[in-house]
């Protein structure tokens, strides 16, 4: 079972276009975390958030933490190549399992 | 300041051959976790070690798998005799996790072991 869902599952945009990805659960989480992936390597962590409502600004990308903690979106403005990956959000929970669940991904090709 | 480190990168063996995979986490972390990765999907956990204990198993970890952090430093994870659908991308993640830090547990991965089986 998916506990995270991710969409869209793929985006491909031309550079400059402003883009957003959502990460969507009927679970609540205590942190959210999303990664950036390149094929063959591992994730790469962008943000953590933990509050809910919080948003965080990195550069380009902007994240927001729902006021439920059950969702959460990515918006890049301005797209690049360089920003091409799977975009992968990834829920955690406290006070037991410190396990993180992953959506499938977002593949977002931007084409210069 | 090293990352993760994982060992080897790449892994093609045979079915039924047994693998064993290294993951080096960043000194200091207290936790690793162990997580599989196939095609088209985000990854899905398997196990995680607080330093030495391992706290818990996923029921993927079937008892083929087998994972170890004896000095709570590195870890190893084994497959005895593999099979085509063990064919994945291990990834290995630690964090440091602390009472402060429990409610956010920040994970940081290594590269990855790319494991083919013919």
């Known amino acids: 079972t998916q506990l995270l869902e991710q969409s869209p599952q793929f985006l491909s945009i031309q550079e400059g276009e402003n883009l957003t990805v959502y990460c969507n659960s009927s679970s609540v989480f205590s942190s959210l975390q999303w990664y950036r992936q390149e094929p063959g390597e591992g994730p790469v962590l962008l943000v953590t958030v933990v509050t809910g409502g919080e948003v965080k600004k990195l550069k380009r990308l902007t994240f927001q933490f729902g006021d439920a903690r059950k969702d959460s979106s990515l918006h890049i403005t301005a797209a690049q190549p360089g920003d091409t990956g799977l975009y992968l959000c990834?829920?955690?929970?406290?006070?037991?399992?410190?396990?993180?669940?992953f959506g499938k991904g977002t593949k977002l090709t931007v084409n210069p | 300041d090293t990352g993760v480190s994982q060992d080897p990168r790449h892994k093609i063996t045979k079915r039924g051959q047994n693998v064993t995979f290294r993951c080096d986490p960043i000194?200091?972390?207290?936790?690793l976790y162990w997580y599989r990765q196939t095609l088209g999907q985000g990854p899905e956990f398997l196990t995680y070690?607080?330093?030495?204990?391992?706290?818990?198993k996923s029921r993927l970890l079937s008892d083929r798998f087998s994972a170890e952090r004896p000095k709570g430093s590195f870890s190893t994870l084994e497959i005895q005799r593999t099979e085509q659908g063990d064919s994945a991308m291990y990834l290995c993640?630690?964090?440091?996790?602390?009472?402060?830090?429990?409610?956010?547990?920040?994970?940081?991965f290594g590269p990855g072991t790319r494991l083919t089986v013919l």
């Open positions: 993640a630690s964090s440091l996790w602390g009472l402060e830090s429990h409610r956010t547990d920040t994970q940081y």
């Open positions: 070690f607080q330093n030495e204990a391992q706290l818990e």
């Open positions: 990834a829920g955690g929970r406290s006070g037991g399992s410190e396990k993180l669940v």
């Open positions: 000194s200091e972390h207290n936790r």
